[in-house]
């Protein structure tokens, strides 16, 4: 079974500075898709990013960006230019590519504070 | 295009009721995935549907049970309320099987068990 861990309960930038979230998993599969989520206070889940496995070139949103690290099983999400309205809890979700398995496996977040 | 929609937002009962929620797929979507989410956790995989058919289910006891309609929306059933039911309930909605394709969340709905 794969797991996603976040070690970052919480975390603070100032605004306008950048911030960089932990993800690791783990997984026996080879091939597979990685989120980002974001859940501000109004409790809707709203994807940031989204990375696939087979792609080398790290997945990249406006103001967001990855480091994706297959073999070290590593998935940072790197927020630039950090404003207020990025004040969330932050997600990191994988999700198995095969049919009838198709579920996303949370980690259990990091609750991130912008300071202005 | 509409998003995936959630009804009731909020709903308190007592210990041994029922409930259901429900869930409206976004437009073009063809599954739907309902997950549990306790204060302060990640969200837990309940179970999915695809074409009215259960496509994959996580680790929740049979008293959890649900519905895809051939509109593509869907409801979770509960039975049995326990205290440790109380949690945001969030359906996601995607296009499967195209592999790539990514959930999108609902609002979800928070239930209260007293």
């Known amino acids: 079974a794969q797991t996603v861990t976040q070690s970052q309960p919480e975390m603070s930038v100032q605004e306008a500075e950048t911030v960089t979230l932990s993800c690791t998993y783990d997984?026996?599969?080879?091939?597979?898709?990685l989120f980002w989520y974001k859940q501000p206070p109004s409790r809707q889940m709203i994807l940031v990013i989204r990375?696939?496995?087979?792609?080398?070139q790290n997945a990249t949103e406006n103001r967001f960006s990855v480091n994706f690290q297959k073999a070290a099983k590593s998935f940072s999400l790197k927020i630039s230019d950090s404003q207020l309205g990025d004040a969330a809890m932050y997600f990191c979700a994988y999700r198995s590519p095969n049919f009838g398995n198709e579920k996303l496996t949370f980690g259990t977040g990091t609750r991130l504070t912008i300071i202005p | 295009e509409t998003g995936v929609t959630q009804s009731p937002t909020h709903l308190i009962k007592t210990r041994g009721q029922q409930v259901t929620l429900r869930c409206s797929s976004q437009?073009?979507?063809?599954?739907v995935s309902w997950y549990q989410q306790a204060l302060g956790q990640g969200p837990q995989f309940i179970f999915q549907y695809y074409r009215e058919e259960e496509n994959g289910r996580g680790n929740f006891p049979p008293r959890f049970s649900g519905l895809q309609f051939p509109n593509y929306s869907s409801e979770l059933n509960v039975n049995a309320l326990e205290l440790d039911d109380s949690a945001l309930y969030l359906c996601?909605?995607?296009?499967?099987?195209?592999?790539?394709?990514?959930?999108?969340f609902g609002p979800g709905t928070r239930l209260l068990v007293l």
């Open positions: 437009s073009g979507h063809n599954t």
């Open positions: 997984t026996s599969e080879s091939d597979y898709y």
């Open positions: 996601a909605s995607s296009n499967i099987p195209r592999v790539e394709e990514t959930q999108y």
């Open positions: 990375q696939e496995a087979y792609k080398q």
